[in-house]
C-alpha cells in the first residue's frame, strides 16, 4: 500500500467524519496531478474495509490485499481506458487493462501510460458507469461498505456523466462514491454539488525530498533540486528523476531560443520529429520545465533571481533577459500552460508546438517589466 505523503488537513477532515459515522455519501478529491488523490481515495476505501484499521487500513489483512490485487467484491476502480482496437482480441485487452491499472494501485502517483498496445484517448464511457451501477445492486455479505473511486472523472463522457448522475440522486447505503480529479472545471455542475468537494493541497517539498532519496536514491542535492522543480507534485517529481532531466531541459532552452529568435526552421524540424516520435509525455515534460523556466525569468527580472528553481543556470537566465528586456515572460507561462492542455487533448502535436513558437516569439518586447530598470 502506497503511503499518502503530506495532506494532513485531508486526513483529518476524512479520519473525523468517518470516527463520528458523518461521512459523505460521495467525495469529489480534486487538485493538480500528483497530490495523492487516487492513494488517498485509495486509503479510504481500505479503511472503510479492512479488518483491524487502527486508524487506517492495516495493508495486511486479507480485505486490503484484495482491494490492491483489484478483487474485492466491495471495491471497484473506474479509470480512463483507450478503446479496443477492432484487431485486438478481448482477452488481450482485458490483460493490457488491468496490468495498467494493478500498476496504478501500487503507485497512484504515478500516470497510467497505455502506449504502445493502446493509442486513443483514454475516456470513462457509459458501459463502465453502467457496469458500476449494476455491481452496486449486487449483495456481497462481506462487508458494510461498497466503494467506488472513479479516478479522472473529468474524462467522463456526457453520457457516463449523466448515468453517474442519476446514481448520486438516489445514493444506496452504505456506498461510498469518490471522484477525483486533476481539472474540476471540466466535471458537470450537477455532480459536483452532490459530492462533498475536498481540495488537496501542494506536497511540502522536505517531504517529496524525502521520498525521492528514499524511493529513488537520489542524493540530498538531487532530491532537493527536483523537488523545488515539481511545484507540490509527487508526480512531477518521479517524472524527472524518472528521465534524462538535464537532456530535455535543454531542449526546452533550446525550443525558447529558437521561438525568440524566430528559427521556424528548427521549430519545424523539432515539431515534425515530435510527431514521429509520438512521445506527448516527453513534449509535455519539456513544457512543463519550459514553464518553471518562464516563472524563474520573471522572477529574475523582478529582481529575485535568488529563488530561481533553475539556479544552476543563473547566467543564462540573466544573459536571456539581457538579450531580451522587454520579455513578456508573463504571458509566455500562460501560453505553455494552454499548450500543455492541448496536448492532454490530444491536439496535434506538430500544431500544438509551431503555434506555441510564433506566439512565443512575440512575446520578447511585449513585457511592462524591463530587465535592467526594475532590479
Known sequence: ???????????????????????????????????????????????????????????????????????????????????????????????????????????????????????????????????????????????????????????????????????????????????????????????????????????????????LQSERSLDSEKAGFFSRMAGGSLQRAFELAGEDFSVIRDQALAFFRQSLDSDAAAVLDYAAEAGRAKNRQQVITMLQLLRVILRDLLQTGLGFGDKATNSDRSELLTSLLVSYPRLDAETGITLVSEAIDYIGKNVYLPLVLTTLSNRLGQCKETGTVVYGKNT
Open 1 to 211: 500500500m502506497t503511503a499518502v505523503y503530506g495532506q494532513d488537513r485531508v486526513k483529518q477532515i476524512l479520519d473525523r467524519s468517518i470516527r463520528r459515522n458523518r461521512h459523505a455519501h460521495a467525495y469529489l478529491f480534486h487538485g493538480q496531478a500528483g497530490l495523492g488523490k487516487d492513494t488517498m481515495a485509495v486509503a479510504l476505501a481500505m479503511r472503510l474495509l479492512c479488518r483491524q484499521p487502527d486508524p487506517w487500513a492495516c495493508g495486511s489483512c486479507s480485505e486490503c490485499r484484495r482491494v490492491m490485487a483489484l478483487e474485492h467484491p466491495s471495491f471497484t476502480l473506474v479509470h480512463p481506458v483507450p478503446s479496443r482496437p477492432q484487431s485486438m482480441k478481448i482477452g488481450q485487452y482485458d490483460e493490457i487493462i488491468r496490468g495498467r491499472l494493478l500498476s496504478r494501485m501500487q503507485n497512484p502517483y504515478l500516470p497510467v501510460d497505455f502506449h504502445p498496445e493502446l493509442t486513443t484517448p483514454p475516456a470513462i464511457g457509459i458501459d463502465q458507469v453502467r457496469d458500476m451501477k449494476k455491481s452496486v445492486m449486487l449483495k456481497t455479505g462481506e462487508s458494510e461498505h461498497r466503494v467506488f473511486i472513479v479516478s479522472r472523472a473529468e474524462q467522463m463522457s456526457l453520457a457516463a456523466a449523466n448515468s453517474l448522475l442519476k446514481l448520486l440522486e438516489e445514493p444506496p447505503p452504505r456506498t461510498l462514491l469518490v471522484l477525483t480529479s486533476n481539472a474540476p472545471g471540466l466535471i458537470l455542475d450537477t455532480i459536483k454539488s452532490r459530492c462533498q468537494n475536498i481540495r488537496f493541497d501542494r506536497i511540502p517539498r522536505d517531504i517529496i525530498a524525502g521520498v
